[in-house]
């Protein structure tokens, strides 16, 4: 699953990356944030692909009646089985209308070895932000009549890279190649295109390194530190399973 992630880069860089305009200027670096902390994420959403758009990462369906309900099922819609999503009731609405781009430098995935978690990031060999697919919603507090944007990134079983790392749950966010973005966005997409998109990335361009088991501490969040490649466990098995 994908619960961590990161964006770090500057948003002129992002804009000319995803020929995209964010719609607020304002950009906080986020080192390793947590998607139970439902930050407000810069996203490109289908109906307009050419801004990035800020939206709270846990999606809230739009049929959602009370505050206590959408506090409680944003917990569970971090992340999104592709191949579930299309029958859920928390997903099918969005899945065809209203996917996304999740613009990211990286994402963070638990190793199991010997009973414990070792996180490692993951992130382009090159260093280029890059998209992870999602689907988003729309939902009116019926208190206030405040509308809130929310989203949920995309999983489909793990491969390559992302099967060695993420060996338990063996399961890896849907990454959008860069040539497919505007596709991707395109709501008219039959479901076999959808997934074919989704299955085409090569893992070829993707690295990772283990780091600090502090990214699993809300309280660090931020803080460049969670991204230090020289972090070593003292374990080969984990230290050196990248290049093994």
Same mark, same amino acid.
């Given at each position: ?17 995803? %020929?995209? #305009?964010?719609?607020?200027?304002? +950009?906080? *670096?986020?080192?390793?944030?947590? =998607?139970?902390?439902?930050? !407000? ?38 992340? %999104?089985? #592709?191949?579930?999503?299309?029958? +859920?009731? *928390?997903?099918?609405?969005?899945? =065809?209308?209203?996917?996304? !781009? ?59 890279? !992302? ?82």
């Amino acid at each position: 699953m994908c619960f961590t992630m990161s964006l770090v880069k500057e948003r002129q860089e992002l804009e000319a990356e995803f %020929a995209a #305009l964010f719609e607020e200027l304002s +950009l906080t *670096s986020a080192y390793g944030v947590s =998607g139970f902390s439902h930050p !407000l994420w810069p996203i490109i959403p289908s109906e307009d692909p050419r801004t990035v758009r800020r939206a709270n990462w846990g999606l809230i369906p739009f049929w959602v009646k009370t505050r206590e309900e959408a506090a409680k099922i944003r917990n569970m819609t971090l992340n %999104a089985r #592709l191949e579930t999503a299309w029958k +859920l009731p *928390s997903f099918r609405s969005s899945i =065809g209308p209203r996917r996304c !781009l999740a613009v990211v430098d990286g994402f963070f995935e638990p190793h199991r070895y010997g009973g414990k978690s070792y996180p490692f990031f993951i992130y382009r060999r090159d260093r280029r932000p890059f998209a992870l697919g999602g689907l988003y919603d729309r939902w009116k507090d019926p208190a206030t009549g405040r509308q809130y944007a929310s989203f949920s990134v995309l999983t489909v079983p793990a491969r390559d890279l !992302l099967e060695r790392i993420h060996n338990e749950k063996l399961r890896m966010p849907v990454i959008i190649p860069r040539e497919q973005y505007q596709q991707w966005l395109d709501v008219c997409l039959e479901k076999g295109h959808v997934e074919s998109i989704a299955a085409s990335a090569s893992m070829d361009e993707f690295t990772a390194h283990p780091v600090g088991p502090m990214i699993y501490s809300r309280k660090q969040e931020g803080d460049p530190s969670l991204l230090q490649k020289q972090w070593k466990y003292g374990i080969p098995s984990v230290d050196e399973l990248i290049s093994s």
